[in-house]
Protein backbone atom coordinates (compact mmCIF):
# COMPACT_ATOMS: atom_id res chain seq x y z
CA UNK A 1 0.00 0.00 0.00
CA UNK A 2 2.86 2.25 1.14
CA UNK A 3 4.61 1.41 -2.30
CA UNK A 4 1.63 2.48 -4.23
CA UNK A 5 0.84 5.73 -2.85
CA UNK A 6 4.74 6.63 -3.02
CA UNK A 7 4.11 6.07 -7.39
CA UNK A 8 1.21 7.86 -7.14
CA UNK A 9 3.03 10.80 -5.08
CA UNK A 10 5.79 10.52 -7.52
CA UNK A 11 3.44 10.72 -10.37
CA UNK A 12 1.91 13.98 -8.88
CA UNK A 13 4.95 15.14 -8.37
CA UNK A 14 6.38 14.83 -12.17
CA UNK A 15 3.31 16.14 -13.62
CA UNK A 16 3.34 19.11 -11.52
CA UNK A 17 6.82 19.78 -12.61
CA UNK A 18 6.03 19.26 -16.33
CA UNK A 19 3.15 21.34 -16.13
CA UNK A 20 5.53 24.25 -14.83
CA UNK A 21 8.05 23.70 -17.47
CA UNK A 22 4.94 23.99 -19.96
CA UNK A 23 4.09 27.47 -18.18
CA UNK A 24 7.64 29.00 -18.18
CA UNK A 25 7.70 28.10 -22.24
CA UNK A 26 4.36 29.96 -22.43
CA UNK A 27 5.51 32.84 -20.65
CA UNK A 28 8.18 33.67 -23.15
CA UNK A 29 7.15 36.20 -25.48
CA UNK A 30 7.44 35.09 -29.72
CA UNK A 31 9.76 36.82 -31.42
CA UNK A 32 8.35 40.35 -33.22
CA UNK A 33 11.32 40.99 -35.37
CA UNK A 34 11.11 40.38 -39.27
CA UNK A 35 14.00 40.08 -41.13
CA UNK A 36 13.29 40.93 -45.25
CA UNK A 37 15.79 40.61 -47.79
CA UNK A 38 15.89 39.72 -51.27
CA UNK A 39 18.45 37.70 -52.99
CA UNK A 40 19.91 40.20 -56.30
CA UNK A 41 22.68 40.34 -58.90
CA UNK A 42 23.46 43.95 -59.82
CA UNK A 43 20.87 45.16 -57.20
CA UNK A 44 17.86 43.68 -59.31
CA UNK A 45 16.22 40.17 -57.84
CA UNK A 46 16.84 37.13 -59.38
CA UNK A 47 14.07 34.91 -60.19
CA UNK A 48 13.44 31.49 -58.91
CA UNK A 49 11.00 28.67 -58.34
CA UNK A 50 8.54 29.72 -55.49
CA UNK A 51 10.42 28.00 -52.15
CA UNK A 52 12.38 25.90 -54.40
CA UNK A 53 15.80 27.71 -53.21
CA UNK A 54 16.84 27.78 -49.05
CA UNK A 55 19.02 29.73 -47.33
CA UNK A 56 20.20 29.23 -43.67
CA UNK A 57 19.85 31.05 -40.95
CA UNK A 58 21.98 30.69 -38.01
CA UNK A 59 21.94 32.23 -34.28
CA UNK A 60 25.38 30.79 -33.07
CA UNK A 61 25.00 32.23 -29.84
CA UNK A 62 21.27 30.31 -29.51
CA UNK A 63 22.44 26.99 -27.10
CA UNK A 64 20.99 25.00 -29.54
CA UNK A 65 22.91 26.41 -32.18
CA UNK A 66 20.05 24.60 -34.85
CA UNK A 67 19.45 26.70 -38.47
CA UNK A 68 16.68 28.18 -39.19
CA UNK A 69 15.39 27.23 -42.66
CA UNK A 70 14.60 30.75 -44.85
CA UNK A 71 12.52 29.49 -48.25
CA UNK A 72 13.02 32.34 -51.27
CA UNK A 73 9.80 33.13 -53.06
CA UNK A 74 9.70 33.41 -56.49
CA UNK A 75 10.72 36.98 -57.00
CA UNK A 76 14.07 36.71 -54.71
CA UNK A 77 12.59 37.64 -51.95
CA UNK A 78 12.23 36.54 -48.27
CA UNK A 79 11.60 36.82 -44.74
CA UNK A 80 11.35 35.53 -40.99
CA UNK A 81 10.10 36.48 -37.80
CA UNK A 82 13.11 35.94 -35.20
CA UNK A 83 14.14 37.36 -31.89
CA UNK A 84 16.73 40.34 -31.37
CA UNK A 85 20.29 38.85 -32.07
CA UNK A 86 23.48 37.92 -33.80
CA UNK A 87 22.73 36.15 -36.94
CA UNK A 88 25.05 34.37 -40.18
CA UNK A 89 22.94 34.05 -43.53
CA UNK A 90 24.59 31.20 -45.86
CA UNK A 91 23.33 30.28 -49.15
CA UNK A 92 23.36 26.35 -49.46
CA UNK A 93 25.67 24.39 -51.71
CA UNK A 94 24.09 23.87 -55.36
CA UNK A 95 21.05 25.42 -53.97
CA UNK A 96 20.47 28.08 -56.70
CA UNK A 97 21.21 29.42 -60.51
CA UNK A 98 23.97 30.99 -59.23
CA UNK A 99 27.94 30.04 -58.50
CA UNK A 100 28.43 28.45 -55.16
CA UNK A 101 29.57 31.11 -52.48
CA UNK A 102 31.23 30.08 -48.92
CA UNK A 103 30.83 33.86 -48.10
CA UNK A 104 28.73 34.35 -44.58
CA UNK A 105 26.11 37.52 -44.22
CA UNK A 106 26.30 38.76 -40.22
CA UNK A 107 23.14 40.27 -39.76
CA UNK A 108 22.21 42.10 -36.75
CA UNK A 109 18.42 42.01 -35.71
CA UNK A 110 17.67 44.81 -33.65
CA UNK A 111 13.82 45.20 -34.72
CA UNK A 112 12.53 44.55 -38.19
CA UNK A 113 16.03 44.41 -40.83
CA UNK A 114 16.26 44.22 -44.24
CA UNK A 115 19.28 42.49 -46.07
CA UNK A 116 20.54 42.35 -49.99
CA UNK A 117 22.05 38.48 -50.37
CA UNK A 118 24.19 39.33 -53.32
CA UNK A 119 24.52 36.50 -55.77
CA UNK A 120 26.71 35.82 -59.55
CA UNK A 121 24.35 33.83 -61.69
CA UNK A 122 25.97 31.70 -64.67
CA UNK A 123 23.26 33.67 -67.02
CA UNK A 124 20.60 36.25 -66.90
CA UNK A 125 17.81 36.95 -69.42
CA UNK A 126 17.69 40.93 -70.94
CA UNK A 127 15.66 42.42 -73.18
CA UNK A 128 12.82 40.31 -72.58
CA UNK A 129 9.34 40.81 -74.39
CA UNK A 130 6.48 38.57 -74.38
CA UNK A 131 3.00 38.91 -75.86
CA UNK A 132 0.08 37.55 -77.10
CA UNK A 133 1.04 36.42 -80.92
CA UNK A 134 -2.47 34.74 -82.99
CA UNK A 135 -3.30 31.52 -80.27
CA UNK A 136 0.17 31.47 -78.70
CA UNK A 137 2.58 33.66 -76.79
CA UNK A 138 5.76 34.73 -77.67
CA UNK A 139 9.08 35.84 -76.06
CA UNK A 140 11.97 37.53 -77.16
CA UNK A 141 15.09 37.87 -75.25
CA UNK A 142 18.62 37.48 -74.96
CA UNK A 143 20.58 35.21 -72.97
CA UNK A 144 23.64 36.93 -71.14
CA UNK A 145 26.52 34.81 -70.04
CA UNK A 146 27.89 36.43 -66.29
CA UNK A 147 29.85 33.71 -65.20
CA UNK A 148 30.04 30.78 -68.69
CA UNK A 149 32.51 28.01 -67.09
CA UNK A 150 29.23 26.06 -67.41
CA UNK A 151 26.97 25.56 -70.75
CA UNK A 152 22.93 26.45 -71.17
CA UNK A 153 21.00 23.35 -70.97
CA UNK A 154 17.95 25.07 -71.85
CA UNK A 155 15.90 28.04 -71.96
CA UNK A 156 12.07 27.59 -72.13
CA UNK A 157 8.76 29.71 -71.85
CA UNK A 158 6.45 28.51 -69.70
CA UNK A 159 2.49 29.53 -68.91
CA UNK A 160 -0.12 28.94 -66.25
CA UNK A 161 -3.60 29.76 -65.03
CA UNK A 162 -1.72 30.89 -61.37
CA UNK A 163 0.65 33.32 -61.05
CA UNK A 164 2.86 30.75 -59.28
CA UNK A 165 5.01 29.94 -62.81
CA UNK A 166 7.90 27.82 -63.51
CA UNK A 167 9.10 24.59 -64.95
CA UNK A 168 6.91 22.63 -62.51
CA UNK A 169 4.02 24.93 -61.64
CA UNK A 170 2.83 25.60 -65.72
CA UNK A 171 0.06 24.55 -67.86
CA UNK A 172 2.07 24.81 -71.21
CA UNK A 173 5.90 25.14 -72.78
CA UNK A 174 8.44 25.15 -75.03
CA UNK A 175 12.26 24.80 -74.47
CA UNK A 176 14.90 25.36 -76.99
CA UNK A 177 17.91 23.07 -75.89
CA UNK A 178 21.43 25.33 -75.24
CA UNK A 179 23.01 23.07 -77.90
CA UNK A 180 20.85 24.46 -80.39
CA UNK A 181 21.63 27.72 -79.41
CA UNK A 182 24.49 29.08 -81.95
CA UNK A 183 25.34 32.57 -80.54
CA UNK A 184 24.02 33.49 -76.90
CA UNK A 185 24.52 37.43 -78.08
CA UNK A 186 21.70 36.84 -80.63
CA UNK A 187 18.17 37.43 -79.98
CA UNK A 188 15.75 34.24 -78.95
CA UNK A 189 12.50 33.80 -79.76
CA UNK A 190 10.22 31.21 -78.34
CA UNK A 191 6.25 30.76 -79.05
CA UNK A 192 3.71 28.30 -77.41
CA UNK A 193 0.01 27.36 -78.10
CA UNK A 194 -2.05 28.72 -75.71
CA UNK A 195 -4.06 25.65 -74.12
CA UNK A 196 -8.16 26.10 -73.98
CA UNK A 197 -8.60 26.22 -70.33
CA UNK A 198 -5.97 29.24 -70.42
CA UNK A 199 -7.48 30.98 -73.77
CA UNK A 200 -11.23 30.60 -71.79
CA UNK A 201 -9.86 32.18 -68.98
CA UNK A 202 -8.73 34.95 -70.96
CA UNK A 203 -5.52 35.02 -69.31
CA UNK A 204 -2.11 33.39 -68.53
CA UNK A 205 1.24 34.02 -66.47
CA UNK A 206 4.37 33.90 -68.53
CA UNK A 207 7.84 33.69 -66.97
CA UNK A 208 11.25 32.82 -69.19
CA UNK A 209 13.73 30.67 -67.63
CA UNK A 210 17.28 29.25 -68.25
CA UNK A 211 19.17 26.58 -67.07
CA UNK A 212 22.33 25.69 -66.39
CA UNK A 213 24.51 21.95 -66.88
CA UNK A 214 24.85 20.99 -63.62
CA UNK A 215 22.30 23.16 -61.60
CA UNK A 216 19.26 22.02 -60.19
CA UNK A 217 17.45 25.59 -59.95
CA UNK A 218 16.70 27.88 -62.69
CA UNK A 219 17.13 31.59 -63.45
CA UNK A 220 13.62 33.39 -64.47
CA UNK A 221 12.16 36.52 -65.73
CA UNK A 222 9.45 38.36 -63.26
CA UNK A 223 6.05 37.13 -64.34
CA UNK A 224 4.20 38.79 -67.08
CA UNK A 225 0.45 38.82 -67.04
CA UNK A 226 -1.11 38.23 -70.69
CA UNK A 227 -4.71 38.84 -71.64
CA UNK A 228 -6.05 37.02 -74.42
Known amino acids: MTRCISRRASLAIVLLLTACDYGAFDNYDPPRSQLTGRVVYQGEPVGVRSNGVELELWQPSYELNEKIPVH ?3 DGSFSA ?6 YKLNLLAGNGPWVD ?3 TIYIQV ?6 EVRVTPYY ?3 NLSVGQAGGAVQAN ?7 PSRAVEHVGLYLSNTSFVDRINQAASTELSGTDIADLTAPITLSVN ?3 ELEESGWAYARVG ?11 TSVERITF
Open 72 to 74: VAQ
Open 81 to 86: MLFDGD
Open 101 to 103: SQD
Open 110 to 115: RGDTEV
Open 124 to 126: VIE
Open 141 to 147: FQVSAVE
Open 194 to 196: VPD
Open 210 to 220: VKTVGVSEMLY
